[in-house]
């Protein structure tokens, strides 16, 4: 074989996994329901959508991309819209004391890096097991921003602030918040696909005992996708708060379900060593549109936390079922291809 041919072959190969990829599926669903909505919405055409579902979209995104990482690594985060809840409690007593914003905001992002910290702390270097970690840390940062903050509403921040959290580029639909979230994107992607580190979260997500073995060190991989998921439910907390000039003890409240359905659903598995980070980029854009389209046919809230429940419910689910399925046909077609018993074979038996 020539040398031309064997560069198509291996071209045509490496176009045929990334065909097959849960990635590209994931690329082809997102078309699928964007043209869907298109066509059964007819307010969902209209130029501001890209602009308010993005939006929409911004706060669910930050808390995905490190989830993504947490859960690869076979540990789960359920204190992400707590934490941003607490740094939106922060930020608006903050400014409304006095403190310089930027001050405010860098004092924010520490209490990020603080509430992963103790995540990270408890999980990775104490034992617990995340889940149970991050459901009594939900209560208790939810619990803080309570204290910090009581019953009242903060709304006093900088105008330029809300302005860059709502508006876009001229009549693009673009919003400026587009910009830092594809280098968030970006960050996060070579994070984990490129680097020894990102492997080593996937080899830890299939054993911890075989990562160890390896040479990786896994209480440190664990802790800082911990301490990740923290900062940016901080930064999602903050860009929430200055979308809708309103810091609140219950801003972001119940938004860690809408988070690990969209991942889960993009192909990161509850059990970890699965995922990616486009297609947790996907999943959010996908439930993301789903959500937007059904809010501009009125449909009540609580049936898009349920359509959320179910979504997580299936892309667990269905897995499972996939593998049964291959399983019972591999067995059909072991039996099937088992030879005959010979005649004679029975009749020198008997």
């Excluded at 198509?8 to 669903?29: E, N, Q, V, Y």
């Excluded at 937007?292 to 979504?311: H, S």
Aim: charged letters at 15%; proline letters at 4%.
């Amino acid at each position: 074989m020539s040398a031309p041919e064997m560069d198509f072959t291996k071209k045509s190969a490496a176009l045929g996994r990334l065909w097959a990829s849960r990635d590209a599926k994931m690329a082809l669903i997102f078309i699928a329901v964007v043209l869907l909505a298109l066509v059964l919405v007819p307010r969902f055409g209209q130029p501001r959508t890209l602009t308010y579902l993005t939006l929409d979209v911004t706060t669910t995104l930050l808390m995905a991309l490190p989830m993504t990482l947490v859960m690869v690594a076979a540990d789960i985060d359920l204190s992400v819209a707590s934490t941003a809840g607490l740094v939106s409690a922060s930020l608006g007593v903050l400014v409304q004391s006095g403190t310089p914003f930027w001050q405010a905001v860098l004092v924010c992002l520490v209490i990020g890096l603080l509430c992963g910290g103790i995540n990270g702390i408890i999980t990775a270097y104490i034992g617990i097991p995340a889940l149970a970690v991050t459901i009594g840390t939900l209560a208790l940062y939810r619990g803080l921003a309570l204290v910090v903050i009581g019953d009242q509403s903060v709304s006093a921040f900088p105008e330029w602030a809300t302005e860059f959290a709502t508006g876009s580029f001229g009549k693009t639909g673009i919003p400026y918040v587009a910009v830092p979230l594809v280098i968030f994107v970006l960050l996060f992607w070579v994070l984990l696909h490129k680097t020894p580190y990102g492997r080593g979260l996937y080899a830890l997500g299939y054993s911890q005992e075989a990562a160890r073995f390896v040479g990786i060190d896994t209480r440190r991989s664990r802790m800082i996708a911990l301490v990740l998921s923290g900062l940016m439910a901080a930064i999602g907390g903050i860009f929430y708060t200055l979308r809708y000039s309103a810091a609140k003890s219950d801003n972001v409240e119940g938004l860690e379900l809408t988070v690990i359905a969209a991942i889960v659903f993009g192909g990161v598995s509850v059990f970890g060593g699965k995922g990616s980070i486009w297609g947790s980029v996907f999943g959010v854009f996908t439930v993301g549109v789903l959500n937007y389209a059904l809010r501009l046919n009125r449909i009540p809230e609580v049936v898009l936390v349920m359509i959320t429940g179910l979504l997580l419910i299936g892309s667990v689910v269905a897995p499972s079922v996939v593998s049964v399925v291959k399983d019972w046909r591999a067995r059909r077609r072991d039996r099937a291809s088992l030879p005959a018993p010979s005649e004679n074979h029975g009749a020198a038996r008997a």
